[in-house]
Nanobody, 125 residues
């Protein structure tokens, strides 16, 4: 069971990136996917969680209105579209899940059992 986040890179302020979270060894159809980030000198922060059905997606206040999540179940991949990137957005971004079929997004972003290797997002002019 593995998750792999990818798609990070260098972007100018106001720019966009799309991160991918690909799963192997299990299907994303039945689990929620949460996105986290950890910036330099900062604690890890939960930024988004999308339900297993994709019917509900939650965003932190810091990214609401700028980030969006989509699923491609055929590719077993979840995407985090990041628009209007700001100087406070640089971080290593991770995707994670508890891996339990049908479980709901935790309100406090606790309880993740599976973490992907992160991908670095840099915002600089």
């Amino acid at each position: 069971v593995q998750l792999q986040a990818s798609g990070g890179g260098l972007v100018q302020p106001g720019g966009s990136l799309r991160l991918s979270c690909a799963a192997s060894g299990f299907s994303l159809d039945y689990v929620f996917i949460a996105w986290f980030r950890q910036g330099p000198g900062k604690e890890r922060e939960g930024v988004s969680c999308t339900s297993f059905s994709g019917g509900s997606t939650y965003y932190s206040d810091s990214v609401d209105g700028r980030f969006s999540v989509t699923r491609d179940n055929a590719k077993n991949t979840v995407y985090l579209q990041m628009n209007n990137l700001k100087p406070e957005d640089p971080a290593v971004y991770y995707c994670a899940t508890d891996g339990r079929p049908g479980s709901s997004c935790p309100g406090d972003y606790y309880g993740m059992n599976y973490w992907g290797k992160g991908t670095l997002v840099t915002v600089s002019s």
